[in-house]
């Protein structure tokens, strides 16, 4: 209920200026800047070294008219399309963290005042922006990243909810709320161009987070999961009953449904374009490039974008075939849905519903610790429907069956050997075993990853192995920032001489999740019983 009051009040306001600058819009002829040719030009000369730079500019004028402006004057003597860029177009969206770090304080003290540093909004609309504008306060991750990012959120939550900071996490998760019920389900991330994918559905862990100290709040969430929940299961309605993939849902021969994670476009990303265009430039058919773009997309779609964990052939970024696969992680994040809204229905007296969705996720649970399961490794791997087998990478989404306590103790015991005699290095667990120079492998540890894989230890008593990963962890991160006075989105846990970690775009600082995890372990090493 309070969702509702809080949502109503915030968008009468917010709507009066939103629709006026809606209005400006839709009265001039309408050209997405996508489909343009001045978004061409700019992205493949190109005009930025990132390509996110371009697409998170604000037009000066609709795309029709910079397009049509853009045409007459692109072949004129002495044109410079960097500076017709910047006359045409405003940068709005980098607010810079003008701070200076004070070296007297701990890193933890430094995580507290950053809340406020990392804070935007409520958002005001501003038209022909990418931005999504959001009626309530967010955290942002930080760098380069000025909007709210999907899975990124749910572990500064849990920072937030360390720190005290409750109001603002239930801002969040109040924002994630109003965008199931405009959107239809959680982009990506807040910007139009992430309208065609979402990310790893933790939104049910973001509300029972912040309901832990009373359940009832599940109730004022609960229209919200169940459109979360319709989102990754819907299909075109075509052929339910076959084997063939159907948007996020997979229907294998034994009857199983599963999920997979998917992108409905298959174009250049376009705020990655011209990193796409060069890596499908192998293929001579459209049709080929097509699915490759698709596959990309879908890798960004899991939130790993990218990994080697989504390669069909062995140190070959271009046989990226994400939309393929079957993550264990998708997997267990939709059981643990289906496990809430039961939990939901139930509060709300609709037994019938409860015990559908408790039907549900048990029967996901059990696929989960079979069909996942690699006897040979001990461990627990995506599995890829088109090749009807097992894949053969090692990642840290093993860990995920742990932290739902999925696994048996058997696979638990099988889980944490590994990870202890092959994942962990001096700063923390790696997040594969792959040196292929993607982020998302050796020697890149993530701060999301640590937490699953600590609290999946955890929860199946293996409290020694996890606090030497956190320590390891923490005690990296506090290197890092004796030296930089930052925090870091990842963190290169092979080599402890090194400030970060590398991969496909600069380190970014700030930073969100890292912030929350470190705060949510040093919790954890106080507790007696974390």
Sequence with gaps: MKYRILVLAALISFSSCFTEEKKKEASEETLSLYESTLFRDVQTLPVFKDSKTFVDLVPKASIAKLEAKYLLAKDEAGFDLKDFVTQNFEDRSMQAL????????????????????????????????????????????????????????YFTIEGLLVAGRDDLAEAMVDNFSMLIDSIGFIPNGTRDYYRSRSQPPFYAMMVDAIARQDSTKLLAYLPQLQKEYDFWMATSGKNPSTTEADRHVIHLLDS?????????????????????????????????????????????????????????????????????????????????????????????????????????????GAQIETLFWNAETNFFHDYNFAKQSLTTEKTLAACFPLYFGLATKEQADGVKTVLMDEFLKEGGLLTTLEHSGQQWDAPNGWAPLQWIAVKGLLNYGYETEAKDIIRRWLTLNEKVYRNTGKMMEKYNVEDMTLLSGGGEYETQDGFGWTNGVALGFQKMLEEPNP
């Excluded at 990418?130 to 959120?153: C, T």
């Excluded at 990226?320 to 496990?339: M, R, W």
Aim: net charge negative; aromatic share 14%.
């Design 98 to 153: 003008a701070f200076q770090t004070d070296t007297t304080k701990t890193m933890y003290e430094h995580i507290n005042t950053m809340w406020d540093k990392l804070t935007r909004g409520p958002d005001s609309a501003v038209a022909y922006s990418s931005r999504i504008a959001l009626p309530f306060k967010y955290v942002v991750p930080g760098g380069r990243f000025q909007e709210i990012y999907y899975w990124d959120s």
């Design 256 to 364: 199983t449904v599963l999920n997979r994670y998917w992108d409905s476009s298959n174009t250049p990303r376009p705020e990655a374009y011209k990193e796409d265009m060069h890596l499908a430039s192998h293929l001579s058919e459209d049709a080929e490039k097509a699915v490759l773009y698709n596959h990309l997309r879908s890798a960004a779609a899991s939130g790993w974008d990218f990994s080697s964990r989504w390669y069909g052939t062995k140190n070959e970024f271009n046989s990226t075939e994400t939309a393929h696969i079957l993550p264990v992680d998708l997997n267990c994040l939709l059981y643990f849905l289906e496990g809430t809204l039961g939990k939901a229905y139930g509060l709300k007296g609709d037994a019938a519903h409860s015990k559908l969705y408790d039907q549900k996720a048990s029967e996901r």
